[in-house]
């Protein structure tokens, strides 16, 4: 049974940085599209970021491209999620995801999330 879970959700000051993490079992990291989206109270669910199995391609939604970076390492199953020059629209519920495909539109399995709040 694939597990994610996430960790790294803080609160911060606008302008500043937290780098979120994804535990992953039961899947391999590598082998699978990973990607994080979040949502936000009363917000529809956005996706953030996403990397293609096998790592040679990663994609971006255009409200954190240029701030946001998706990794992973393997040898840990875990991938990351560093998100740079916050704003206070990035709060919101983070949630790391696996995919059945790199232009899946919908996640196959995700986890419980982790909170980020971000002051003004």
């Known amino acids: 049974q694939v597990q994610l879970v996430e960790s790294g959700g803080d609160s911060v000051q606008t302008g500043g940085s937290l780098r979120l993490s994804c535990g992953v079992s039961g899947a391999t990291v590598s082998a699978n599209s990973m990607g994080w989206f979040r949502q936000a109270p009363g917000k529809e669910r956005e996706g953030l970021a996403r990397?293609?199995?096998?790592?040679?391609?990663?994609y971006y939604g255009d409200s954190v491209k240029g701030r946001f970076i998706i990794s992973q390492d393997s040898a840990k199953n875990t991938v990351y999620l560093q998100m740079n020059n916050l704003k206070p629209e990035d709060t919101a519920m983070y949630y790391c995801?696996?995919?059945?495909?790199?232009?899946?539109?919908?996640?196959?399995?995700w986890g419980v999330g982790t909170l980020v709040t971000v002051s003004s």
């Open positions: 990397r293609c199995r096998g790592g040679d391609a990663t």
């Open positions: 995801a696996v995919y059945s495909t790199c232009a899946a539109s919908y996640p196959q399995k």
